[in-house]
């Protein structure tokens, strides 16, 4: 016994394992907890923020401890002074090739008093990179939220269109029992049938093609939320989305909150504080130094013995480069170059998103007008199938007619259906833009 079309179709759907409804909100929330790019940004985020400290940027003393030996043989020439009550003698002492040992132990501490504040200059160079890497961090998380978004609104427009198509196969299986009928009781011939039977494959291919880009879709987004992608969840319809504010208002966050104008922001504070670090070696560095130290030499001669020095040991020095053959000209030159360079890039960035931001605005406002258009359209596409059918029931118009206007429902409800969803991926775009993403 051959089972019709509709009842093969609820049978399989029944088999079909139950599957969990995810939400937008709980997408999003596993992104945050289990997506690896962002696990890593964070990740390098910590890195540079472990390395601001002042002692990374030489702004603290070091202190370290020494020990050592040594075992020789030179030529070794003394000159002692003997002082008398009347006169002072100096008596000379030399030998070839006489062995000597010598121990040294001590502490030392040493600071750089004066650089031209390089120290300080690094050290907010080092928390400059720090609010770099936070920023890397947080375009990782909106690029991923507005992705995730996408990837959902994208699953929930190819279910909404899946159930339309569903509905859809319902009626051509209708229309070809009409017609099996009709050729029963000589209202219609077999091309009738074959008509109708032809339309409800063709329907019903369209609907397995439709349900391949949907599981590819969802396997997208589920590798984007790092879990199994044989994981079966349906989507929930994302409500209507707050209204958007005015397109100066959007325009005053961008410039303020915009990820990508940020990160070219800090770019040129980046390239200024690295001029300033190459600019202290215009100054010369002091150096100070001071600690305790010992010192013993033993040596193979017959007069000397040996020598001894113990006690605290202090001093400073200066540190000026003279000549470098221009290197250091050089490089602050080319530094100022590189200021000039990502400035200019500043200004690109914030126009590009400026661009896109106009872009996304007049793309948002196209879609509600032409959505509010097919909406009105609608009702006239549902009145005119269903006079169609009753007028071909009745014989007064062939089933040619019923399909076309079967098919032009079809069309208007599935363009509605993706009006809506790609309304909701444009308003959500704007947010992304705006900087606003992570606050919907």
Not at 162 to 186: F, G, M, P, V
Not at 297 to 326: C, H, M
């Amino acid at each position: 016994m051959k089972l019709p079309s509709f009842i093969l179709f609820i049978l399989v759907c029944w088999s079909l394992p139950a599957q969990s409804v995810m939400t937008l909100d709980q997408a999003l929330q596993i992104a945050m907890e289990n997506n690896q790019d962002i696990a890593i940004a964070e990740q390098l985020v910590r890195i540079e923020q472990r390395k601001v400290f002042k002692g990374n940027a030489g702004l603290t003393p070091t202190v370290r401890a020494f020990a050592g030996g040594e075992y020789s043989q030179n030529n070794l020439v003394f000159e002692l002074n003997n002082f008398g009550e009347n006169s002072t003698q100096t008596q000379r002492i030399s030998e070839d090739l006489a062995f000597s040992m010598s121990h040294n132990a001590g502490i030392r501490l040493d600071y750089t008093l004066s650089n031209g504040g390089r120290g300080k200059h690094q050290l907010q160079q080092l928390q400059n990179l720090a609010d770099l890497s936070t920023l890397q961090l947080r375009l990782t998380v909106e690029n991923t939220l507005l992705n995730v978004t996408q990837l959902y609104l994208g699953v929930s427009s190819l279910e909404q269109t899946e159930q339309l198509l569903t509905q859809n196969i319902e009626l051509s299986h209708q229309r070809l029992e009409q017609a099996e009928i009709d050729k029963k009781y000589a209202k219609s011939g077999t091309l009738s049938v074959l008509r109708a039977r032809t339309d409800l494959n063709t329907d019903s291919v369209s609907l397995r093609n439709l349900q391949r880009d949907l599981s590819n879709t969802k396997e997208r987004l589920l590798r984007l939320l790092n879990i199994n992608e044989e994981y079966a969840f349906s989507t929930v319809p994302v409500l209507n989305p707050d209204k958007l504010p005015e397109l100066d208002q959007l325009r005053t966050y961008t410039l303020q909150r915009n990820v990508q104008v940020l990160l070219a922001k800090q770019g040129v504070f980046i390239e200024e504080q690295q001029l300033k670090i190459d600019a202290s070696a215009n100054v010369p560095q002091v150096d100070v130094f001071a600690g305790p130290s010992f010192l013993r030499q033993d040596y193979e001669v017959n007069q000397i013995r040996s020598s001894q020095t113990i006690g605290p040991t202090a001093g400073f020095s200066v540190n000026y480069l003279l000549r470098d053959g221009k290197k250091r000209q050089r490089t602050q030159e080319i530094q100022r170059m590189k200021i000039v360079a990502n400035r200019q890039e500043q200004e690109l960035a914030t126009e590009n998103v400026l661009l896109e931001l106009s872009q996304a605005w007049n793309d948002y406002q196209t879609i509600q007008e032409q959505l509010g258009f097919e909406r009105d359209n609608l009702s006239f596409y549902e009145e005119n199938l269903q006079q169609s059918m009753i007028s071909n029931e009745a014989g007064k118009i062939p089933d040619t007619e019923v399909r076309s206007a079967q098919l032009s429902l079809l069309s208007a409800e599935v363009s509605i259906a993706r009006q809506e969803i790609e309304l909701q991926q444009t308003y959500f775009q704007l947010l992304s833009i705006a900087g606003l993403i992570t606050t919907f």
